[in-house]
């Protein structure tokens, strides 16, 4: 286990974006296009994908589970050195989100399962009004990174 100075959260922030949206259905989409979009500017394109996964995945819950009238919901994208963070915020703090096993004849329920099985880790983070469901990847260094220089 590493010390709190050597986490991730502890390197300085590259990028950063965060955004309310209105909980419309629309909102997930808008937020999902957006943060894709940002994480191939800032230079890692083989995360767009799994961003726009995880983004509308989050955000869909946000949006069933989460969501009051005529509050909004915020997603946030962070990338450090080592970390890739994706965070949805909503208004709903004692709703908190549960892995589980939907039955094959279930339309919902598997979003939070497919989120486990693209990111290194997900969890909850309560707020002063609210909570924040984040999902994080590590970032492997470039093999050229790894090289030592002479």
């Known amino acids: 286990m590493s010390s709190p100075l050597e986490s991730p959260a502890s390197e300085p922030v590259l990028y950063e974006d965060r955004l309310n949206y209105t909980p419309v259905a629309g909102s997930v989409s808008l937020a999902r296009r957006r943060a894709s979009r940002l994480i191939v500017?800032?230079?890692h394109?083989?995360?767009a994908w799994?961003?726009?996964l995880v983004v509308s995945e989050l955000g869909t819950n946000?949006?069933?589970h989460g969501c009051l009238r005529d509050r909004l919901f915020q997603v946030a994208v962070v990338l450090r050195a080592t970390l890739f963070r994706i965070e949805?915020?909503?208004p709903r703090g004692e709703r908190l989100p549960t892995l589980r096993t939907a039955h094959e004849s279930e339309c919902f329920g598997r979003g939070l399962a497919l989120v486990v099985q693209v990111t290194d880790r997900w969890g909850t983070e309560p707020r002063v009004v609210g909570?924040?469901?984040y999902a994080e990847i590590d970032l492997k260094p470039e093999p050229s990174d790894a090289l030592p220089r002479r």
């Open 41 to 43: 500017e800032w230079g």
């Open 45 to 47: 394109p083989e995360l």
């Open 50 to 52: 799994v961003t726009g």
């Open 62 to 64: 946000a949006l069933l």
């Open 88 to 90: 949805v915020s909503d």
């Open 131 to 133: 909570k924040t469901v």
